[in-house]
């Protein structure tokens, strides 16, 4: 069975969401441990998305799994967001100051 096309469809009814939440986090840059305002988004989403949340995880805070459905196959994700202190992410347009020290 090729399902594809259904898949496509499916992402494409909830892209705008998904590039909104990563408009979400890239506004709001947060070191290490910290990502509170990121975490709380994300977990918005997964929860608006109907997944089982596991906040917490591995005693960090701002770690959290989402879950949804039985069985396999299991797709999983990480999402490696926080930001790094004394860089700065620019967008592809210049002109681009360098970090403040």
């Not at 890239?26 to 070191?31: G, M």
């Not at 709380?40 to 929860?47: N, V």
């Not at 960090?60 to 860089?87: H, K, N, Q, R, S």
Request: charged fraction near 25%; aromatic fraction near 8%.
């Amino acid at each position: 069975m090729d399902n594809r096309s259904d898949i496509w469809r499916g992402v494409d009814t909830i892209k705008a969401r998904f590039i909104d939440l990563s408009d979400k986090v890239w506004a709001t840059p947060e070191v290490c441990y910290t990502e509170a305002r990121s975490a709380a988004e994300h977990l918005a989403e997964l929860r608006h998305q109907g997944f089982r949340i596991t906040e917490n995880v591995a005693g960090i805070p701002t770690a959290v799994m989402g879950e949804w459905g039985e069985g396999g196959p299991v797709i999983a994700f990480l999402g490696e967001y926080d930001a790094l202190p004394g860089l700065r992410i620019c967008s592809v347009r210049p002109p681009c100051s360098p970090p403040r020290r």
